[in-house]
């Protein structure tokens, strides 16, 4: 580990107080290293004692890890969410001290959150420590991009605050957490399970198929969920461990919130963006693996083939087209998708890729593009409200963006499928299905079974 230049972060932090003329201003205070690396788990486990309210990220491809701990900076917004965290965000970077002379993604400011799926349902208790939209700016960042490893420090320093107590005191904090720790052995067991009755479920999806049938709507996505309770309490950075072992080519993550976490393993990317260069993909249409390569190239041809599936993949395909037209020029798409086989699942895959427009951000995307027709339906209005009036569940952050941006306008979301939202010893998962005028009650049914397996896998099931 490089050691940090106390006297560097000291100057910086003195520097930043001068600046405060009264005992009630605020200023966040950025400072950047590289150091020769670090685990990015046993960073997230190290933070149990020391803070609370971590975060994890690793992008699908494993290029880019983020461990948050603590908090430096919150941005929260019940109403006109985007529009009230973009302007937090822009107003703190405006006024921040940043030192980081290395710019890459993920590192410096940067802040990772997310959003509820819709703001307008009914929020019930299960969600309750979870805004609509919330971000956080951690006090400690630990950035793996590529092969080499970084540690931001963000602080919020006050007027009568003292640089170099501030210093020391967050150098033994960084010299706990970038020490070794080994992540605990989960050895979770489900004692109980509880769902909405089936039947129940399937009368809900025959009641979409007759609103399809009717022609007001082209397909609505319906969700379930499914309670556990475990026989302790589930340790998340095991879960977290257990997610990269068996769900290679995922977007990993962990949300923390006091005693509640938001955990998940999805393959759908919403978008990313990197120095205004977009990327988006249409995840929709979805199939079992086989048990045999010949078994599995079968299914993947027959998915290929398959209308239903096809016809979901499109109104993904043509609704990211309309989205991002008016945000980006250069949008390129390919005619027909291809097959994308994950660990559990294969699903039709359509890559979109864009430059972004001087003055636009992420956030601007993400709220054109939020919900998917893969996660909301189609048209966009007609099918939540179709939702909201029968689906009998605060879907909360599920299906819904989470992911991160930085003060070099990098960032990148993905929608929060494949996810569970863990409370002690207790645990919601959640699964949905695109519904289409032929859907069939029963396979739908059994398409949430499926796609529950990844979380139930690693939760004792």
Not at 19 to 37: A, C, E, G, W, Y
Request: hydrophobic residues 40%.
């Amino acid at each position: 580990m490089i050691e940090i230049k106390e006297d560097q972060l000291a100057s910086l932090l003195k520097e930043a107080i001068g600046q405060l003329q009264t005992d009630n201003d605020r200023k966040l205070v950025s400072f950047t290293k590289k150091i020769t690396s670090a685990d990015p788990l046993q960073f997230f486990e190290a933070a149990k004692h020391i803070r609370e309210n971590r975060v994890f990220w690793t992008s699908s491809s494993q290029m880019l890890w983020l461990t948050g701990v603590g908090s430096a900076f919150e941005m929260g917004a019940d109403e006109s969410r985007f529009e009230v965290i973009e302007a937090a965000w822009n107003k703190m970077l405006n006024e921040a001290y940043i030192h980081n002379p290395y710019e890459v993604p993920g590192t410096g400011i940067v802040s990772l959150g997310g959003l509820s799926f819709d703001p307008i349902n009914t929020q019930t208790e299960l969600w309750k420590k979870f805004r609509p939209g919330q971000f956080r700016v951690p006090e400690f960042l630990l950035t793996k991009y590529d092969s080499s490893y970084y540690l931001t420090i963000n602080i919020c320093v006050r007027k009568n605050d003292h640089a170099r107590q501030l210093t020391e005191e967050l150098s033994q904090i960084e010299q706990k957490l970038l020490a070794e720790h080994a992540i605990p052995n989960n050895g979770l067991h489900i004692q109980n399970e509880s769902e909405m009755d089936p039947e129940k479920w399937m009368s809900i999806v025959r009641r979409a198929t007759e609103e399809i049938r009717k022609q007001s709507v082209e397909k609505i996505v319906l969700a379930r969920e499914l309670r556990l309770t475990f026989n302790r309490q589930a340790e998340i950075s095991s879960i977290l461990n257990n997610l990269l072992k068996t769900q290679p080519n995922s977007y990993i993550f962990a949300y923390e919130i006091g005693e509640d976490c938001f955990v998940g393993a999805t393959p759908e990317r919403l978008v990313k963006v990197k120095k205004n260069k977009l990327l988006s993909t249409c995840l929709a249409g979805t199939a079992p693996r086989g048990k045999t390569k010949e078994e599995d190239m079968k299914i993947g041809e027959a998915l290929l083939n398959d209308e239903k599936n096809r016809q979901e993949h499109d109104f993904v395909v043509q609704m990211i087209k309309h989205a991002i037209k008016d945000y980006c020029t250069e949008v390129a798409i390919p005619d027909v998708p291809v097959v994308r086989p994950f660990k559990n699942l294969q699903h039709l895959y359509t890559p979109v890729t864009a430059q972004l427009k001087e003055g636009f951000t992420i956030l601007d995307i993400v709220k054109q593009l939020h919900p998917t027709p893969a996660l909301g339906g189609s048209p966009k209005a007609e099918s939540l409200a179709f939702i909201r009036q029968h689906e009998l569940l605060d879907r909360g952050w599920y299906g819904a963006p989470i992911g991160w941006m930085d003060s070099y306008n990098n960032g990148e979301f993905a929608v929060a499928i494949r996810s569970a939202l863990i409370q002690k010893n207790e645990a919601s998962l959640f699964a949905g299905c695109g519904v289409v005028k032929d859907s069939d009650p029963q396979s739908e049914y059994e398409e949430t079974k499926i796609k529950l397996l990844p979380m139930l896998t690693v939760l004792g099931g």
